[in-house]
């Protein structure tokens, strides 16, 4: 390219006068087995791009993305959970050494030193060797980073109750009288904490078509059932009847 | 027409070398898959391009519905999945792109670990990467509040919990994050704030010093 | 540069071409169907509401307001609206869109002294007559829009405004 003295440019510009011709490469030029990336190179990777795309679009179509019921913060019962690829530092905290008091270890310590090494990898593996075979250092490190990781990430699915969470976070079309007296003093009582605001159960069972007759139901609020414990009703039988008859209410 | 707006763009301009640069540059025989069927593993990233790039038009067209609001937020979400044509593939391209760019990254980064593709000269394009990785997993963290479900909710609730046991700036970040005591109307703008306009400005950037440092260094060679 | 060279690039540029082409439509259409899906809604149908009893209606136009249930995607709310209702010469009852057709502000009945017995819309003084044509040389160029109604038990019933045609 021509430089220096004597230079023509567009207007008062730095953009040279000259113009470069805009004709490819040619194929020539290339040695060896390498090539153009455009069109040669560029064409494969799009073929790549497109079969990946058909299952992506195949993926999105068979399998609809997961809503559940409107968020209710006040719902103690619900078990959370992140999304899949948080769950291996979710399982990191169920452990002993990695909460309670160790809660730092879990949290920051092992997390921070794991995302510290892997950005400053180049500078904790310095040798210029490049096969995995001849650092085994970093090869053995990474490796042993990918099985706690998937590991943690298996326990963290096998221990999970999936059908249980499906049910609590279910979206539930039948609404729940919430002007009834009853469900008032569904709510001041302690119920809404395990049974949940629309009765559809949490830590406790669902209340919705429980098929009881109201007496039973009151019996049950007195005097507790399977994890529910005695005495969970303070308030006057009034109230009880109201409730008790406004549970019994509740079909499916 | 078309060759004169070039031609009249090209010579105020010169852009001509800018993309005949990127077209024609040399790409050597140990990427190609059609001498190597190994050099797949060489698709990854820009595998991880694409889906960033179906992320960004998806969640651009969903932002046309959705109310960033604890009141609306998940009855327009309810509303552009089940009542308009397509909601349903369209939020489903956003929830299904999000982890396949995270396995994607995934995969390009231990492409690039076992090859040891990070060492000098390539340095500083790795941390460049794992700022990325970082980013795209914030992407993940502040996205998922969004629809305003009950795991929504409950798994942002978990994870400002995490980030309040952080010694000394544990509770300035979390009342950052969540905006106040509580996982309420204010998070769920300030998470939607984060997740459409800061960390995609952050990602554009970082992709952009990426896709420049590749271009400036090349490929590495073959191990 | 030989000529075989030359052919070999444009088929493989086409190929690019079609294969980027096929994967932009299968990201893009998607998508371009979810934006514009309220063009291509159906009309929503209005339930007809009861506005009024019928012996209230008189010759004069007069203002009833009435209250209908809008649905706007995910949001419902009450709405209120109102009409101009009053018996024509033929006791057939018209109910006029308040609405003016130039740019939307609300009109009244008889309120520019200069032009009495006409609607008059005060923001730029454009005016209907009562039977709700505009007239000639005011900024609107359309009539006013005329509600669906009925009459049923005494009451009268309002639907949708509808624009109506000629000027």
């Known amino acids: ?252 | 027409m078309l060759q004169k707006v070039y031609d009249w763009v090209d010579e105020r301009l010169d852009i001509t070398p800018l993309w005949r640069d990127v077209a024609d540059h040399e790409v050597p025989e140990h990427v190609n898959p059609a001498h190597h069927f190994s050099a797949f593993v060489y698709c990854f990233g820009g595998l991880t391009f694409f889906i960033t790039v179906i992320q960004i038009l998806s969640g651009m067209f969903l932002a046309m519905y959705y109310a960033p609001d604890i009141v609306n937020a998940w009855e327009s979400v309810y509303y552009l999945q089940n009542q308009v044509a397509f909601g349903v593939i369209v939020r489903g391209m956003h929830h299904w792109g999000a982890s396949l760019v995270i396995v994607m990254m995934f995969l390009h980064t231990l492409r690039v670990f076992f090859q040891g593709a990070y060492k000098k000269p390539r340095e500083l394009n790795w941390v460049v990467g794992v700022l990325i990785f970082g980013v795209m997993l914030g992407l993940g963290f502040t996205g998922y509040l969004l629809p305003w479900d009950m795991k929504a909710v409950f798994a942002t609730k978990v994870g400002i919990q995490i980030a309040e046991t952080i010694p000394v700036i544990g509770p300035i970040a979390k009342t950052f994050l969540s905006s106040g005591e509580i996982i309420g109307a204010q998070t769920l703008t300030r998470f939607f704030a984060i997740h459409v306009f800061f960390l995609p400005a952050a990602l554009l950037a970082l992709m952009g010093a990426h896709f420049i440092m590749i271009r400036k260094q090349g490929i590495s060679g073959p191990l | 540069m030989s000529k075989e060279d030359i052919s070999r690039r444009q088929f493989l540029n086409y190929t690019l071409t079609g294969v980027g082409g096929f994967m932009a439509a299968g990201v893009l259409m998607p998508m371009v169907r979810f934006a514009i899906d309220p063009v291509l809604a159906k009309e929503a149908n209005q339930d007809m509401v009861a506005v009024t009893e019928v012996a209230k209606i008189g010759d004069e136009p007069k203002r009833f307001n009435f209250k209908i249930k809008q649905k706007d995607g995910w949001y419902e709310s009450e709405v209120t609206l109102s009409a101009w209702v009053y018996k024509n010469g033929k006791g057939e009852i018209n109910a006029l869109s308040p609405v003016c057709k130039h740019l939307g502000c609300t009109i009244d009945w008889n309120t520019d002294p200069g032009h009495p017995n006409q609607f008059y819309c005060p923001c730029h003084g454009g005016r209907y007559t009562k039977d709700g044509t505009n007239v000639k040389g005011t900024p609107p160029l359309a009539p006013l829009d005329v509600y669906e109604s009925k009459v049923k038990d005494g009451k009268l019933y309002l639907g949708k405004a509808k624009p109506r045609k000629g000027a």
């Not at chain 1, 270890?105 to 210029?128: E, H, K, N, Y």
């Not at chain 1, 990918?146 to 039948?174: M, P």
């Not at chain 1, 009853?182 to 830590?203: N, P």
């Open chain 1, 1 to 252: 390219m021509h430089r220096g003295k004597g230079m023509k440019f567009v207007g008062d510009s730095r953009v040279p006068a000259e113009r470069k011709p805009n004709v490819p490469k040619d194929y020539s030029e290339y040695p060896g087995k390498t090539e153009a990336f455009w069109p040669n190179f560029l064409l494969k990777e799009w073929m790549v791009g497109a079969v990946f795309l058909i299952g992506y679009l195949i993926l999105t179509v068979s399998h609809e993305s997961p809503l559940e019921r409107k968020a209710d913060p006040t719902d103690a019962g619900y078990i959370p959970l992140p999304d899949w690829y948080f769950l291996f530092l979710y399982q990191l905290l169920k452990y002993k050494y990695a909460a309670g008091d160790y809660v730092l270890i879990g949290t920051i310590v092992i997390p921070g030193l794991a995302f510290g090494a892997l950005l400053l990898a180049p500078w904790l593996d310095r040798s210029p060797e490049r096969r995995p075979s001849r650092r085994p250092v970093a090869t053995g490190l990474m490796l042993l980073a990918l099985i706690s990781i998937t590991y943690l990430t298996w326990e963290s699915v096998v221990t999970h109750d999936w059908n249980k969470a499906a049910q609590q976070g279910k979206i539930i079309t039948s609404k729940v009288d919430k002007k009834d007296p009853g469900y008032e003093i569904f709510k001041g009582q302690s119920c809404i904490g395990c049974h949940g605001s629309e009765l559809s159960g949490g830590s406790g069972p669902s209340l919705i078509g429980t098929g009881l007759k109201p007496e039973e139901i009151m019996k049950i609020a007195r005097k507790g059932r399977g994890a529910m414990p005695a005495n969970a009703f303070k308030g006057n039988d009034a109230d009880l009847k109201k409730l008790a008859t406004f549970i019994s209410k509740q079909k499916k």
